[in-house]
């Protein structure tokens, strides 16, 4: 299996910034597609960021401009880059990893979810 953990939500004020790690640990042979996601009370989950194997990166409407995707891949690593935080991005945050693992099995995981909180 693949156990996810991430780090680095909090609270902040509104402008401010925060950058989200979650680091993928298992017998895992690769790692495709790394995301994140976030939900807020009485929303449904939406797409945060994706980055590719290759470096390619997909941005929501809402965080294109703000938000930065990177992945470190011998670290198993993916980290999400806030700045110019506001009210409306606080969320509790979800990484996605989409990964091979050396018994061939393909396998979706998600992290246990860190909580950011941005205040007016």
């Known amino acids: 299996q693949v156990q996810l953990v991430e780090s680095g939500g909090g609270v902040v004020q509104a402008g401010g910034s925060l950058r989200l790690s979650c680091a993928a640990s298992?017998?895992?042979?690769?790692?495709?597609?790394m995301a994140w996601y976030r939900q807020s009370p009485g929303k449904q989950r939406e797409l945060v960021a994706t980055?590719?194997?290759?470096?390619?990166?997909r941005y929501g409407d809402s965080v294109k401009g703000r938000f930065t995707i990177s992945r470190d891949n011998g670290k198993n690593t993916v980290y999400l880059q806030m700045n110019s935080l506001k009210p409306e991005d606080t969320a509790v945050y979800y990484c996605?990893?989409?990964?091979?693992?050396?018994?061939?099995?393909?396998?979706?995981?998600w992290g246990q979810g860190t909580q950011v909180t941005v205040s007016s």
């Open positions: 996605n990893l989409d990964t091979r693992l050396f018994d061939t099995r393909r396998i979706i995981s």
């Open positions: 298992g017998r895992i042979l690769v790692i495709y597609e």
């Open positions: 980055i590719t194997t290759g470096g390619s990166t």
